[in-house]
């Protein structure tokens, strides 16, 4: 069996949930804002493992070359049709970001979502981010979003559960493994007198094991903030934002 985001049952199933309409309308304000805070000045953007496009769409509809990149045909066709109706023309790669590199072709790289960490290989992850380093030109910028693990100490909770506007229920069931490494979950959906469930692993960081595989991969200046606004990386922080420059 592969690794459980190889499987395209599960982007489908929870498409609707993790990608909801107003999951994708706060898209505009972010892209505004991560933009403002790398300064960016224009010129080749990748999201790495884009998923819907959400962010690709926009930043393809303020005038920038856009490439996303993400591993399943569900979500790349997602993508593709909101680029459509945007009227905008992105280039859509499905490829596993442990393979994607395109030496020296951009000027700004995003992993959005938390999208970095899947893999049970520590050493998978330093990967991507050797990619990432060199797709970048010299100067370029990549902006890391991820929910940080001190956040994740404070607000830990073993099981939750959420009505969805549907009428579905979602639980969710988490357990923090390997020395405080990875997060395991359980992701329940309930409906219409049908249970689907899913297993799901991810790794997670602290600010400064970020900072650290981001320095090992060749980034020579790492700054860390607890949103895209630029608050410090603190106890109030929110996400874990790394902007790293090479």
């Known amino acids: 069996?592969?690794?459980?985001?190889?499987d395209e049952s599960f982007w489908s199933t929870f498409y609707p949930y993790m990608f909801s309409e107003g999951n994708l309308e706060l898209a505009e304000e972010q892209v505004e804002k991560l933009l403002h805070l790398v300064d960016f000045q224009g010129g080749a953007v990748l999201d790495l493992a884009c998923g819907p496009g959400r962010h690709s769409v926009l930043l393809a509809g303020r005038g920038y070359q856009v490439t996303g990149v993400d591993l399943t045909p569900y979500l790349l066709d997602k993508a593709r049709q909101r680029a459509a109706?945007?009227?905008?023309?992105?280039?859509?790669?499905?490829?596993?970001m442990r393979r994607f590199v395109r030496p020296q072709a951009f000027d700004l790289a995003l992993s959005m979502f938390t999208s970095f960490g899947y893999f049970e290989d520590r050493d998978d992850d330093r990967l991507v981010l050797r990619n990432l380093h060199r797709s970048l030109k010299p100067g370029g910028r990549l902006v890391i979003d991820v929910v940080g693990k001190e956040?994740?100490?404070q607000h830990f909770q073993a099981t939750n559960s959420?009505?969805?506007a549907d009428g579905a229920?979602?639980?969710q069931r988490r357990a923090i493994v390997d020395d405080w490494s990875r997060i395991q979950n359980e992701w329940i959906l309930l409906k219409e007198g049908r249970a689907t469930a899913f297993q799901l692993e991810h790794t997670i960081y602290s600010g400064q094991e970020l900072k650290d595989r981001l320095r090992e991969a060749g980034f020579e200046r790492v700054r860390l903030y607890g949103d895209l606004d630029g608050n410090a990386y603190d106890m109030n922080a929110k996400r874990l934002i790394a902007v790293a420059q090479k």
């Open 151 to 153: 956040w994740l100490a």
């Open 1 to 6: 069996m592969g690794d459980w985001f190889e």
């Open 85 to 96: 109706s945007a009227g905008v023309e992105v280039e859509w790669i499905q490829a596993d």
């Open 162 to 164: 959420e009505e969805l």
């Open 169 to 171: 229920l979602m639980v």
